[in-house]
């Protein structure tokens, strides 16, 4: 059902939403050494602290992001659509995310449609439909090189990684889950 309506919509048009966790543990989880020598790194342990990404992004690389610490809820949700997200849309647009309740906020979803943006909810269990899902994978994979261990760290770390999010990039990921071609 998704892949018929997937092929009727404007890439351009779509702007894909979803959110991810960063910790101040992360670590590269491969890494090289000479033949014959094991690699010695070392990983952090005890106490760390969690930070929930939420961002958002277009066929042109643009995204919307925000970070607030601990798990997104509603009224986080609600006001990353007032703050952050309703000022990078135009009527017309069409927003595409997962089924997490705080997706389905009223005032969040009143919001949109007053703004014209036209919301989709992609189906239960379809990852492989959002291409936001690729480009938190390219943050993460940047965010455990630069082994951030404070907030601030983490934070600074964040927005380099954010910055490295391309045009091209995205273009490749909308393709990549079927959003036009390139």
Known sequence: ??????????PSRLVFLDESAAKTNM?????????????HAS????RWRTTTMIGSIRQDGSTACMTVEGALNAEVFRSYVK???L???KPGDILVMDN???HKDRQALDLLEDAGVKVRFLPAYSPDYNPIELMWSKVKALLRKAEARSNEALLLAIGDALSHVT???ATHWLAHCGYGFI
């Open 100 to 102: 997490l309740s705080a």
């Open 43 to 46: 990983a952090p342990c005890g």
């Open 167 to 169: 045009q091209k990039d």
């Open 83 to 85: 703050e952050i997200l």
């Open 27 to 39: 670590t590269r989880l491969r890494g090289r050494s000479p033949r014959g020598k094991r690699l």
């Open 1 to 10: 059902m998704w892949r018929r309506i997937q092929k009727g919509l404007d």
């Open 87 to 89: 000022p990078t849309l």
